[in-house]
């Protein structure tokens, strides 16, 4: 199950994050995950560039890592390294039995697994700035027990002026036995208030769970809530 949910930071109309799931060719999904630099519109129209590439390549068969390489290049060659973005690809492969995550983030993706402890991958590079830089990446076996968090960076700086910084890995212990779409919304609500119902920066959080695979339910299912002004 996959739950995503973001906010807008504080006062302003539009989330510069942008949140894409994209189907695979091996039945597979894609959940990409991407930060604009600064905030609101502007933020949203680089992001967008970024996951429009990441979503198409992934969409044709191209392994997710190569397509974050090529909205490397490509942003840093119509920008000219001045604008940057901070993407996070997660794979479902249901062929290799995996969750796989490529980052450049300094956003790490938090796993929760059969140990019941948390465990955090390394920092990279945002999208946009490093020729021939290369993402950070995490390769999990998948079991019914395994949750899995990636947020954009509003998310995981949140409370951090005040003192109340979030400990990530302990919300999604908290929130995992909700399930995807609940987690995902009892953590963006968890950091949220950690900056007192005021977001300091766009937030946008994705958190995969996982079901026994119910016989009588062989579709998939997607709903979404966006908010009219």
């Given at each position: 199950m996959v739950g995503v949910a973001a906010a807008p930071r504080h006062a302003m109309h539009e989330c510069g994050d942008v949140v894409h799931v994209v189907d695979r060719p091996d039945g597979g999904a894609c959940v990409i995950v991407a930060d604009g630099q600064g905030?609101?519109?502007?933020?949203?129209?680089?992001?967008?560039?970024?996951?429009?590439?990441?979503?198409?390549?992934?969409?044709?068969?191209?392994?997710?890592?190569?397509?974050?390489?090529?909205?490397?290049d490509r942003l840093l060659a119509h920008r000219g390294g001045q604008v940057s973005c901070e993407a996070v690809a997660v794979v479902i492969?249901?062929?290799d039995g995996v969750v796989r995550v490529s980052r450049f983030a300094r956003s790490a993706a938090h796993f929760l697994g059969d140990d019941e402890?948390?465990?955090t991958g390394g920092e990279a590079p945002p999208l946009g700035v490093y020729r021939g830089a290369a993402p950070a990446s995490d390769v999990v076996p998948v079991s019914l027990s395994l949750a899995c968090l990636v947020t954009s960076d509003g998310v995981r700086t949140a409370g951090g002026r005040v003192g109340r910084a979030l400990d990530l890995a302990s919300s999604l212990a908290r929130a995992a036995r909700l399930g995807g779409d609940r987690a995902a919304h009892a953590i963006l609500g968890e950091a949220i208030g950690?900056?007192?119902?005021?977001?300091?920066?766009?937030?946008?959080v994705a958190c995969i769970t996982f079901e026994p695979l119910d016989a009588d339910l062989t579709f998939r299912r997607m709903s979404a809530r966006v908010p009219l002004s």
């Open positions: 905030h609101g519109r502007g933020a949203r129209i680089i992001a967008t560039m970024a996951v429009t590439m990441i979503a198409g390549l992934v969409g044709e068969g191209v392994r997710e890592d190569a397509a974050l390489v090529a909205a490397n492969d249901p062929v402890r948390a465990v950690a900056d007192d119902g005021r977001p300091r920066d766009d937030m946008a």
